[in-house]
């Protein structure tokens, strides 16, 4: 490397021009079990109430959060936008990458966006995953590594080395002390041999944190990285953006994978190395997370541990309790779905077993453990419940809700309730998932064939013995009515379709120019958006399942109504009633889900529906401003910008995953989504049912009673999740088989 002359660099007030780069990635290897692919170190807890990304994005909130950006990959998405947006860094500032190809295509693109917003952009590079105590000697490091970057140079920041470790690149200067120095030898991961040469040498390790001019590292790409540069500027040109995040276009993956240290530090004419001055740890193994917790704290617990006369022991639990008693020398670390116990010496020796679990010899797969949790639920209570308290056999149909501990209450019956009851018993039949589900799906379509009365009306309500309450037909509940049929068409074509032909010759005679009204009377107003998407739900799955021309139709005119009433494409926001298109009323996540869910389910692209991007517009919306913050769950209603109910919903959260799969979100994402429909609404309930209404700021339960309704909504999500898990599967074995 030739050598920076020495030069003293004249105080600049450069503060406008500092950009941060964070980079979030990494394949979750080095801490197993606790870090995973699916959430690697930087999301993980430490020994500290944040994550390793959050303490890093804290340790650098000195610089502007305009000029902040994190780096990572778009399966990690929902945890990137969430530390994001507690710092203020704009969505836009996300950089979701489509594949993993390592730290050089990574500086790469951060390098290229800074010096495309900002020309003069002097760029931190930093892991997002390491530990830095005393963060004032680590700011007054980055200064000066910040100076040193105006004269065009690459500043390596290096600390002391404690062992010959061949997992670090070493930084040897032409001259040893605190100041910027020339680097005469860059050695990446070299054998323990030359290691302990290069540390008897005084030799530095590299921290991975690097300062440079933005403008001049991405000339230093196209020099002496041509193809990566070319693949980053590509996936930059072709990037889209969903209010959460940047994704980066597929080209971003013909990047060559190599190392920033091996693609551009190992040949970097003018390279310089500053030693710095905080105490720095990378945390990237389980003896070095021991060392550093000892040195700290005396003790390396976390969460239920008891221990008694335990020493030199690494204690991790993210799962069950652990209990240790005269332990000596031992990392026990412990998940919800693995132990992992090692002599603390050999516990860095856990990349075996990730590698057998890769090949599906020792960790059950994630998706098929979510199945097996979602038949379990729907086999093992909800069926059974719902079977045994939720079937009004005295009267007919189904009961409206039940009481918090299961028991059956004597309520008004409503026509769109007694409807999604036939769809839950249809699937859970079909799937079998219970053996008397079909008799009662039966049972419930008896019911919705003989509740239209003597003059043609479809009541909304009856009492418990089906005494009409109102003769009033509504749009919402007749589209119900025909979903039923179509779930139900499974089990009985006959009957399914002489009761869907009698609700859409009546659908039919409720259109007007443009939509549907709201109910039979011809004073009624234009329905709601809810009702046209649930026509529209109904009408296209009967065309699915027949044929039918004239659902096809009714279908046709939701759409127009869509367009015409209810959605604001300037602000990707879809209006409850039709006057609020226009100004901002309140809107809700868990419709904007359901919209585009049909969306993406369109086989065949009616007229109205052309454009796919529609759907990723409802999710961006719905995602980026729906979500509450104490929970990260999606809120019933949205005022604004923000959400403005103080509830959120069991079918929220259930349609919320439906429309994760219908849009093929990643894996990761779709897993998240899953755990928290369970872990708020369906694990904390009594067996078979679900907190319906949770506070959206706390852990109250709203109500006194479980609506039936809803039981549809999470058994479809459920077979949702099934079949694509299944599918998904398939698709993995099939890939493996191809490429053995």
């Not at 921290?207 to 996936?235: C, D, H, L, W, Y």
């Not at 070095?288 to 976390?302: H, P």
């Not at 399914?496 to 107003?525: C, H, P, V, Y």
């Not at 009967?542 to 127009?560: F, M």
Request: overall charge negative; aromatic content about 8%.
């Amino acid at each position: 490397m030739t050598h920076v002359p020495k030069t003293t660099v004249p105080k600049k007030d450069f503060s406008q021009n500092v950009w941060v780069s964070v980079l979030c990635g990494g394949s979750g290897e080095r801490l197993w079990p606790i870090s995973t692919p699916e959430k690697p170190k930087p999301f993980q807890r430490l020994f500290d109430e944040r994550p390793l990304l959050e303490q890093t994005l804290q340790r650098l909130s000195k610089y502007n959060p305009a000029q902040t950006l994190i780096v990572g990959h778009q399966n990690h998405v929902p945890e990137l936008a969430l530390c994001a947006g507690k710092f203020g860094i704009a969505p836009q500032n996300v950089l979701a990458e489509p594949a993993s190809r390592n730290t050089a295509a990574s500086i790469a693109l951060a390098a290229c966006i800074a010096a495309q917003r900002d020309s003069d952009a002097v760029m931190i590079v930093s892991p997002s995953d390491h530990c830095i105590r005393r963060i004032r000697a680590h700011h007054d490091d980055l200064e000066v590594a910040l100076s040193a970057a105006q004269d065009e140079a690459l500043v390596l920041l290096g600390a002391q080395p404690h062992k010959a470790d061949e997992n670090f690149g070493y930084i040897l200067r032409n001259a040893a002390g605190g100041s910027v120095q020339s680097v005469d030898v860059f050695h990446e991961k070299p054998a323990p041999e030359l290691a302990q040469a290069l540390i008897d040498d005084g030799a530095l390790w590299n921290t991975g944190i690097f300062v440079f001019k933005a403008a001049t590292m991405v000339a230093t790409f196209r020099r002496n990285q041509p193809e990566i540069m070319r693949a980053v500027e590509r996936s930059i040109d072709t990037a889209h953006y969903d209010g959460r995040a940047l994704y980066l276009g597929k080209a971003f993956a013909a990047a060559l994978s190599l190392p920033f240290d091996t693609a551009i530090v190992e040949g970097h004419e003018t390279c310089c190395a500053l030693e710095i001055t905080s105490d720095w740890d990378d945390l990237g193994s389980w003896s070095a997370l021991l060392k550093n917790r000892l040195a700290e704290t005396g003790q390396a617990i976390f969460g239920p541990v008891e221990e008694i006369e335990t020493t030199d022991s690494l204690l991790y639990s993210q799962g069950s309790k652990i209990y240790a008693k005269g332990v000596e020398g031992l990392a026990i670390i412990a998940t919800d779905e693995c132990v992992y116990v090692s002599p603390i010496e050999q516990a860095d020796g856990a990349r075996s077993f990730l590698e057998a679990s890769k090949n599906g010899l020792v960790v059950q797969d994630e998706s098929q453990a979510r199945v097996d949790r979602a038949r379990d639920w729907l086999t093992g209570s909800a069926f059974p419940l719902w079977v045994s308290a939720g079937v009004d056999e005295r009267f007919g149909g189904f009961s409206n809700a039940l009481g918090l501990t299961g028991q059956s209450l004597s309520l008004t019956k409503t026509l769109s309730t007694q409807a999604r009851q036939v769809i839950a018993f249809s699937v859970g039949a079909l799937n079998n998932w219970h053996e008397d589900a079909g008799r009662i799906a039966g049972h419930g379509i008896a019911c919705l064939d003989a509740w239209q009365t003597k003059d043609g009306a479809w009541p909304s309500e009856r009492t418990e013995n089906l005494d009409v309450l109102g003769a009033t037909t509504r749009l919402y509940d007749l589209a119900q009515v025909l979903r039923a049929c179509t779930a139900y068409r499974g089990l009985d074509a006959a009957v399914a379709d002489d009761l869907a032909k009698r609700i859409i010759r009546m659908i039919g005679a409720m259109s007007n120019d443009i939509g549907f009204n709201s109910t039979a009377e011809a004073s009624s107003g234009v329905a709601s958006a809810d009702a046209h998407m649930h026509l529209i739900d109904a009408a296209s799955g009967w065309h699915k399942a027949t044929n039918d021309p004239l659902a096809r139709g009714l279908a046709e005119g939701g759409w127009a109504a869509f367009f015409h009433y209810f959605y604001d494409e300037r602000n990707w926001r879809v209006s409850e009633l039709p006057d609020h298109k226009d100004r901002a009323g309140p809107w809700s996540p868990g419709h904007h889900f359901e919209w585009l869910r049909l969306w993406a389910a369109e086989d065949e692209r009616l007229p109205a529906v052309e454009d796919f991007s529609i759907a990723q517009q409802l999710w961006a919306s719905a995602t980026a401003f729906g979500q509450t913050e104490t929970r990260g769950l999606s809120a019933l209603m949205v005022d604004g910008r923000g959400p403005g109910s103080n509830e959120t919903r069991a079918w929220v959260q259930s349609e919320h995953l439906r429309a994760a799969i219908a849009l093929g979100r990643p894996h990761t994402e779709i897993f998240a989504i899953f755990d928290s429909l369970f872990h708020w609404h369906l694990s904390p309930s009594v067996a078979g049912l679900w907190h319906d209404r949770l506070e959206t700021k706390g852990g109250t339960l709203r109500g006194s009673s479980v609506s039936a309704s809803i039981f549809h909504h999470i058994v479809l999500a459920l077979e949702d999740y099934i079949n694509w898990a299944q599918k998904d599967r398939k698709t993995e074995t099939l890939t493996v088989s191809v490429q053995a």
